[in-house]
């Protein structure tokens, strides 16, 4: 329905942070999407883009998440605490995030929107933009998506991870089920047990080994992931691990995110696509 009411924007330019993408890129790369249900792309940002957007994270404020068996306490945001830190992800405001000009830029990608917009057969809406670091801990937690889980927030959606230190397999590398994305690609015994965490035990009795993907790469690289699959952060043992999430999804429906507002956005990009393209920005106010 939504693939015919919002018929795809007809973008003549791909050309942004991915690549220069053909249409024929496009297409291969929602076909790989479809099929595997996440595509690592080849293009990765540049070494200044991730400096500038790691400059970002070591100064702007971010809150500590509650952490597995943790009271519920307010955290005020402050600097994260790199050396030192006492949790196990730090995030940061969406506010915040959408402020800043190189992630507006990105919000406003054309290479982004292409593939977002291919795989959702609609026009897609920017509904999630975040930012966390993810810190070393003995063990995984919960509250901070480090166990096996699928999302459900929107009717469709594909989240691009963007990697903004190096991930090797001790700084959590995220991980997902191939192929979990698809109709019944969730056995009912999982998901008989609700829309819970899932331990390694309970998810790799139901998939062969070549099927758990886990992606260490070196930063700047974009991950684009259908999360309806099973996935998760692997718990980080060394070091941490700072990711960039921007989420298209082919409507509001579902969900109910807190809202943010775009406001003079420093990007002449995003000026030019929100004028141009409403229904992409219309989570934002
Ligand atoms: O930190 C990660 O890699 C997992 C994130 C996650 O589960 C999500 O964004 O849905």
Same mark, same amino acid.
């Given at each position: ?6 018929? +795809? #924007? +007809? ?22 999407? =479809?099929? $595997?249900? &996440? ?6 940002? =540049? ?18 998440? %509650? ?12 600097? #994260? ?8 992800? #730090? ?6 995030? !959408?402020?800043?000009?190189?992630? %507006?830029? @990105? ?32 063990? +995984? ?5 480090? &166990? ?24 959590? +590398? ?44 070196? $930063?700047?690289?974009? !991950?684009?992931?259908?999360? $309806?699959? @099973? ?15 921007? %989420?298209? =999804? ?6 109910? &995110? ?20 409403? $229904?992409?920005? =219309?989570?934002?106010?």
């Amino acid at each position: 329905m939504l693939a015919m009411l919002k018929r +795809p #924007y +007809p973008l003549v330019d791909h050309n942004g942070v991915l690549g220069h993408l053909s249409t024929d890129d496009v297409d291969a790369i929602g076909a790989d999407l =479809s099929l $595997r249900g &996440y595509h690592v792309f080849m293009q990765r940002l =540049s070494d200044d883009l991730c400096d500038r957007l790691l400059e970002f994270a070591l100064a702007a404020p971010c809150a500590r998440r %509650q952490m597995d068996g943790e009271a519920t306490t307010e955290s005020a945001a402050a600097r #994260y605490p790199r050396e030192k830190p006492d949790a196990v992800l #730090y995030d940061f405001r969406e506010q915040d995030l !959408i402020n800043n000009g190189l992630i %507006q830029n @990105l919000m406003a990608d054309r290479s982004i929107i292409a593939v977002a917009q291919n795989y959702l057969s609609a026009q897609p809406i920017v509904d999630v933009v975040a930012m966390w670091w993810s810190a070393a801990s003995e063990l +995984p937690d919960k509250q901070a998506a480090q &166990y096996w889980h699928f999302d459900m927030d929107r009717i469709k959606w594909l989240k691009f991870f963007v990697y903004l230190t190096d991930v090797g397999p001790e700084n959590g +590398p995220h991980s997902f089920v191939e192929g979990s994305h698809r109709r019944g690609g969730i056995s009912k015994s999982l998901l008989q047990k609700g829309y819970s965490r899932l331990t390694d035990e309970e998810v790799s009795a139901n998939y062969s080994p070549d099927k758990f993907i886990e992606f260490t790469a070196p $930063r700047g690289t974009v !991950i684009a992931e259908d999360t $309806r699959g @099973l996935h998760k952060g692997k718990h980080v043992t060394k070091r941490d691990r700072l990711v960039l999430q921007l %989420q298209f =999804s082919n409507s509001l429906f579902g969900g109910d &995110y807190p809202k943010c507002t775009i406001r003079n956005p420093s990007s002449p990009q995003l000026v030019e696509m929100m004028a141009n393209y409403p $229904r992409l920005y =219309s989570h934002y106010t």
